[in-house]
């Protein structure tokens, strides 16, 4: 069964201060996506990572990706209130004709000021 | 940029009527859309991928029956909840691939459905 999963689930964190999301999952896939959602919204699209060893970052939020260990990060440096949400990983996989996305577990982080 | 618009953004219905939600690429052609609930603090589960001119495909423990989806032009696909009761009241979320980038998908602001 294709699982992915993110570690932490909840996350609560001071302002200034740096954490890391991570994103496991389970099949073979180059390439992987994250998201932020804030409550009652849809997703807005953080990151599109679409090789082993990608590296993107923008502002306050870095995402890197391993597709050996089928692993992405999402590092926050110096949290600020805004970064407040809940952040989606989502892998593609080709199934029936289509490019499908699974999502992760879902990590929510409230950045306390 | 890519833009997917969702119709209605919240409907309030009582258990047994059927709605019917509307999912729009505005500025691009999509052949396929995908069509997702999310429940309250939960993740996104993928219900069905619509294709136009013909039969969407059903994640595994969707009702087909239940949740008719029609995906009439290549930048339209609807949704209808049919014989709503509560526990299908969820987020309700869209997407779809822009040209030339399979891969890769434009989510819509999402309809909120309560069933009463």
């Known amino acids: 069964e294709l699982k992915v999963e993110q570690n932490p689930l909840f996350l609560s964190m001071q302002e200034g201060k740096n954490y890391t999301i991570y994103c496991n999952y389970s099949?073979?896939?180059?390439?992987l996506y994250w998201y932020r959602q804030d409550p009652g919204k849809s997703l807005e699209s953080l990151f599109v990572?679409?090789?082993?060893?990608a590296v993107k970052q923008e502002g306050r939020l870095m995402a890197s990706l391993d597709t050996k260990a089928r692993l992405s990060t999402l590092h926050i440096t110096a949290a600020v209130h805004d970064l407040s949400a809940t952040y989606f990983c989502?892998?593609?996989?080709?199934?029936?004709?289509?490019?499908?996305?699974?999502f992760g577990t879902g990590t929510r982080l409230k950045v306390l000021a | 940029g890519a833009v997917v618009s969702q119709h209605p953004s919240w409907v309030i219905c009582k258990s047994g009527t059927s709605v019917k939600i509307e999912c729009r690429s505005l500025?691009?052609?999509?052949?396929?859309m995908f069509w997702y609930r999310q429940f309250p603090k939960q993740s996104l589960m993928l219900m069905a991928t619509?294709?136009?001119?013909?039969?969407?495909?059903?994640e595994q423990g969707v009702e087909k029956d239940k949740f008719l989806i029609n995906h009439a032009s290549l930048t339209l696909s609807t949704l209808t909840v049919t014989s709503a009761h509560p526990e299908d009241s969820s987020f309700y979320i869209c997407?779809?691939?822009?040209?030339?980038?399979?891969?890769?998908?434009?989510f819509g602001p999402g309809t909120r459905l309560t069933v009463t």
């Open positions: 997407s779809a691939p822009p040209g030339g980038k399979y891969y890769e998908q434009y």
């Open positions: 619509s294709n136009e001119g013909s039969k969407a495909t059903y």
């Open positions: 099949t073979t896939s180059d390439r």
């Open positions: 990572l679409l090789s082993n060893g």
């Open positions: 500025d691009f052609q999509a052949t396929t």
């Open positions: 989502a892998v593609d996989i080709f199934t029936s004709g289509t490019y499908k996305y699974i």
